[in-house]
């Protein structure tokens, strides 16, 4: 079951994790516990940051998707569509990880891909920028607005790319101690 949540509530549920990990370091924890919740708090800190970059560029992304050029709503496509394709990778990993469903080799194979789509889509995305410019189909102006926008949007699917590998790797040790990966059929991560 998929659970929409507002920028906010996840503002609210990032402080209640942070609070509730400050408090677990006032106890005593075996080694291990707490060589696992270093890695999760830093990929959820990362996650947060990712999140709240793309909350703060969207209104930007959906008023480019408003213009009245067709390369800039050319534009806000391609953002859409990289977003879409984004929340489909995380959708996928999360659930591989929460139904064990394919060993952290697999998901690792499938991030490596991930990282790798999320580097391809943002040279063509600056490439696509370079021609139009060239082209004189869209002002200076424009083109420095698209490219920070991708820049904030590029680091924030690195980020999240980046966190859900810890947060496998993270899964994986805890599973499986000795590093050996489970026996558990392969998804189709393709």
Known sequence: MV???GYADLENLHSQIFAFYARIQTQPLDENEALRMEPLMRASRSIMNATRNFNDIMEEINDIGNDEKA?????????????????NRVER??????NQTG???DIQVFLNNCFS????????FIQACSRAIAQKAIKETDVSRLLMINRLFTQSC?????SMQGIAKTADAG???????????PPNMQ
Do not use: C, H, W
């Open 3 to 5: 659970v929409l949540l």
């Open 71 to 87: 390369i800039m709503v050319s534009m806000y496509q391609n953002f859409m569509t990289r977003l879409n394709a984004m929340e």
């Open 93 to 98: 990993v999360m659930g591989t990880l929460e």
């Open 103 to 105: 060993s952290v080799s």
């Open 117 to 124: 789509s999320v580097e391809k889509e943002d040279k063509q």
């Open 158 to 162: 690195r980020m999240i790319v980046l």
């Open 175 to 185: 599973q499986n101690p000795a590093g050996k990966s489970p026996e558990v059929v």
